[in-house]
């Protein structure tokens, strides 16, 4: 099982950038896609996750200027990020556990079985 990510990069403050991950090794159509992210020195945190229904839940940080969505017949996610700003410079991972029916996207680093190797965001201000 592998987890891709890609589509980091430096952008000036306000700018875009859509991050990819593609998970491959086995169908993940019932697995939740999660999106966290890790700023030096600090804890890894939670930015954005899809379920197996397409439902989503966002981070307060990246709410309103950020949009999850999935490819499902190709396994892979794409985090749209807009508004850019230098706070939200970090390493951002994808993630994915088995959907768990009914509930909402899991938001926890400890939920997640699978994760992929980052990519950098760097916001200049």
Known sequence: VQLQASGGGLVQAGGSLRLS???SGRTFSTYDMG????APGKERDFVAAINWSGRTYYADSVRGR???????????????????????????????????????PA???????????GTQVTVSS
């Open 107 to 117: 938001r926890e680093v400890s939920e997640y079985d699978y994760w992929g190797q």
């Open 35 to 38: 999106w966290f992210r890790q």
């Open 21 to 23: 991950c593609v998970a």
């Open 66 to 104: 950020s949009t999850l969505s999935r490819d499902v017949a190709n396994d892979t996610v794409f985090l749209q990020m807009t508004s850019l700003k230098p706070e939200d410079t970090a390493v951002y991972y994808c993630a994915a556990k088995a959907s768990t029916w009914g509930r909402a």
